[in-house]
């Protein structure tokens, strides 16, 4: 069983920076897909980044170039640097995990066993 903590969400202007972060409780972190997803307000949920246990990622495609996901197997954090916010960003995020590999399902919700409670990002 793996336990997610968001932090680090806030309120930017556009073009502004926020970094997220997630620990994880539990063991065994470093065998895991883990992934940010996002959801705004009136949308589903839309996959972020995400990073394998051997360090593949995978990015969407509205993020790519500005975000940049990474995690520390010793202090079981994931991150979410986010840079040249824009408007569009604004959303709940939640830290998800889920048996590795990611693969093709990477950036789809249903396949995340643990979700953390989310952080909000606002971005005016």
């Known amino acids: 069983h793996v336990q997610l903590v968001e932090s680090g969400g806030g309120s930017v202007q556009a073009g502004g920076s926020l970094t997220l972060a997630c620990v994880a409780s539990?063991?065994?972190?470093?065998?895991?897909?883990m992934a940010w997803f996002r959801q705004a307000a009136g949308k589903e949920r839309e996959g972020v980044a995400s990073?394998?246990?051997?360090?593949?990622?995978m990015y969407a495609d509205g993020v790519k170039g500005r975000f940049t996901v990474s995690q520390d197997n010793g202090k079981n954090t994931l991150s979410l640097q986010m840079n040249s916010l824009k408007p569009e960003d604004t959303a709940m995020y939640y830290c998800?995990?889920?048996?590795?590999?990611?693969?093709?399902?990477?950036?789809?919700?249903?396949?995340?066993?643990?979700w953390g409670q989310g952080t909000q990002v606002t971005v005016s």
């Open positions: 539990g063991n065994y972190f470093y065998r895991y897909c």
């Open positions: 990073i394998g246990s051997q360090g593949s990622i």
């Open positions: 998800v995990a889920k048996g590795d590999p990611c693969r093709e399902t990477w950036s789809v919700s249903t396949a995340y066993v643990y």
